[in-house]
């Protein structure tokens, strides 16, 4: 049982264009919520992560959306690049740190 | 962010033989290391999670006398594959955390690409 909902399973984007991964959990415990960035043959490498107080974090073309009431947040990648291509994973934590993954989403962005 | 360092990249192995991967945290102390596995186009699913010290909490349907793992010091954990078989192929991935981290986010390892043959 997949305790955190990712969708879309993959997406196509032009260069250029925003990527929207969305993700939802039931875990009230969840106290935080990474995503990571997975190239082919590689492990996943932290892209950017926020905790439930605060609602919206930005880092660079990179920024999640927190909607706690909703239990869903989503990750924007800005101005998509053909290197962003790759699979991201959404991931939520307790205080244990034991992080609970998503299905994870296939990104492509075309030339 | 820090650094773990997982080693072997990728290994070919016969099958009925054993395979050990190590996991380093490189520039701090990992006070517990998990162990994952990855099938192709899939998620990663957790294996077990050791401590320094402590014997691993595998997760629900996953052999510890098949899938050994040994965290002897709080730099180094190493997952023992015995007897392996080929439906063990498949990508092993470490990652670590401290407690000394202000988040509770954990580093992850560059995986090993397990193929038995």
């Known amino acids: 049982q997949q305790q955190v909902k990712q969708s879309p399973q993959s997406l196509i984007v032009q260069k250029g264009g925003i990527s929207i991964i969305n993700c939802a959990y039931e875990n009230t415990a969840f106290d935080y919520f990474p995503w990571y960035q997975q190239f082919p043959g590689k492990g996943p490498a932290l892209l950017i992560a926020i905790r439930p107080d605060v609602s919206e974090k930005k880092e660079g073309r990179f920024t999640i959306s927190f909607n706690k009431s909703a239990k869903q947040f989503s990750l924007h990648i800005m101005d998509s690049q053909p290197g962003d291509s790759a699979t991201y994973f959404c991931a939520a934590t307790d205080s244990w740190g034991k992080l609970q993954f998503g299905a994870g989403t296939q990104v492509v962005v075309t030339p | 962010g820090a650094v773990v360092s997982q080693h072997p990249s990728w290994v070919i192995c016969k099958s009925g033989t054993s395979v050990k991967i190590e996991c380093r945290s490189l520039d701090f102390q990992a006070t517990t290391m998990f162990w994952y596995r990855q099938f192709p186009k899939q998620s990663l699913m957790l294996m077990a999670t050791s401590n320094e010290g402590s014997k691993a909490t595998y997760e629900q349907g996953v052999e510890k006398d098949k899938f050994l793992i040994n965290h002897a010091s709080l730099t180094l954990s190493t997952l023992t594959v015995t007897s392996a078989h080929p439906e063990d192929s498949s990508f092993y991935i470490c990652?670590?955390?401290?407690?000394?981290?202000?988040?509770?986010?954990?580093?992850f390892g560059q995986g090993t690409r397990l193929t038995v043959v």
């Open positions: 990652s670590a955390r401290s407690d000394s981290f202000m988040n509770t986010e954990a580093f």
